[in-house]
């Protein structure tokens, strides 16, 4: 049995489309008994709202939660110390940004980027107020100027890996100590799958530390040349029926 990681935003979707043949080679690795897990910096509530039908377990948060089926699997939300830190840096900036809980997401920062950052997900999900004692997983923020954002990775490099939304102007953000990686391990012990049996899937920087931990790392053509050069190959675009090329090159299906 394989296992088998996709990322989401620009890699299995783009937006909330799934390209026909990214589905059709979905349904043909689970008809035959491999599984098929999504690993994304989203939360729980927006990948089951949108892409359930598609996988059997779902790593979120950017590696830090993990579900095989309705169970919690792994779960490792932000140590509090550094946690409070970003907080801190945060508060001093422009941008709008929103910090992930379990199942709901807390935003602070300017009135205005509130709608910017709360269409991003489904209605309900974001609700005014992050308070720095509570279990946080990750967080996104909004810019209104390029140059905000550029000030703010500055500032936090020493705490995360940003993850660009382009040409949406906001980040998805990395903290480090947990990340894909340690997760899609984790999955694969706990279903007692050896390494050399997973198969990740990515396009971002937070899916380069992913695509080195599978057995397989495969990189779309669309993805960050960074995390091409990650990758044991490189497979076509989202859009030119990336997944299922390279499904086919491995012999999935």
Do not use: W
């Amino acid at each position: 049995m394989n296992i088998i990681f996709f990322d989401i935003d620009g890699t299995l979707a783009l937006g909330k489309d799934v390209p026909p043949s990214a589905a059709e080679g979905i349904r043909l690795v689970r008809e035959k008994g491999d599984l098929v897990f999504i690993c994304t910096g989203r939360g729980i509530r927006y990948v089951k709202n949108n892409f359930s039908e598609y996988a059997d377990g779902f790593i979120t948060n950017n590696g830090r939660l993990a579900f095989y089926k309705d169970e919690v699997i792994f779960d490792e939300p932000l140590d509090k110390d550094v946690q409070k830190k970003i907080l801190e840096i945060l508060s001093q900036s422009k941008v709008g940004y929103v910090f992930h809980g379990k199942y709901d997401g807390h935003y602070a920062g300017p009135e205005d980027l509130f709608e910017t950052m709360s269409a991003v997900g489904d209605p309900g999900y974001m609700s005014y107020g992050v308070d720095a004692k509570q279990d946080y997983y990750n967080f996104d923020f909004s810019f209104k100027d390029p140059k905000e954002a550029e000030a703010l990775k500055e500032a936090l490099k020493q705490y995360c890996i940003m993850n660009p939304h382009d040409p949406h102007p906001s980040v998805d953000v990395s903290v480090y100590g947990i990340d894909k990686a340690d997760a899609l391990r984790h999955v694969a012990q706990r279903l007692q799958v050896d390494i050399d049996h997973t198969y990740a899937f990515g396009d971002g920087f937070n899916d380069i530390s992913m695509l080195k931990a599978a057995g397989h790392g495969i990189a779309m053509g669309n993805g960050q040349e960074k995390t091409k050069e990650a990758a044991e190959y490189v497979t076509k675009r989202i859009d030119e029926d990336g997944i299922y090329h390279a499904l086919k090159h491995y012999k999935l299906i």
